[in-house]
């Protein structure tokens, strides 16, 4: 099973930004596609980005397109996600997983504990 380590999160203001992390154990982790995901209180588990195994190509919640940018480091197992422009409505945990990027859902069926994004207005 492979296991996803996310870190990167925490507080931040209105118009700054963060960068997300998540490690990933296991060789296999530069032959898929890794997506990022969040879940705000009350809500859904939603996709967020998504890029392909070799970073090719990327795919992008309308919500966040052209504030945020995924990214990967094969070499070291480990997906980015740099976020810009925050806004109070970006308040999630955000989660690492597999990703179907045709259909933008996980592949993985458990989850990393996640990291806590909470952006102030």
């Known amino acids: 099973q492979v296991q996803l380590v996310e870190s990167g999160g925490g507080l931040v203001q209105a118009g700054g930004s963060l960068r997300l992390s998540c490690a990933a154990s296991?060789?296999?982790?530069?032959?898929?596609?890794m997506g990022w995901f969040r879940q705000a209180p009350g809500k859904e588990r939603e996709f967020v980005a998504a890029?392909?195994?070799?970073?090719?190509?990327?795919y992008y919640a309308d919500s966040v397109k052209g504030r945020f940018t995924i990214s990967r480091d094969n070499a070291k197992n480990t997906l980015y996600l740099q976020m810009n422009s925050l806004k109070p409505e970006d308040t999630a945990v955000y989660y690492c997983?597999?990703?179907?990027?045709?259909?933008?859902?996980?592949?993985?069926?458990?989850w990393g504990q996640g990291t806590q994004v909470t952006v102030s207005s």
């Open positions: 997983n597999r990703v179907d990027t045709f259909s933008k859902r996980p592949i993985y069926d458990y």
């Open positions: 296991g060789r296999t982790f530069s032959s898929y596609a």
């Open positions: 890029i392909s195994w070799r970073g090719a190509n990327t």
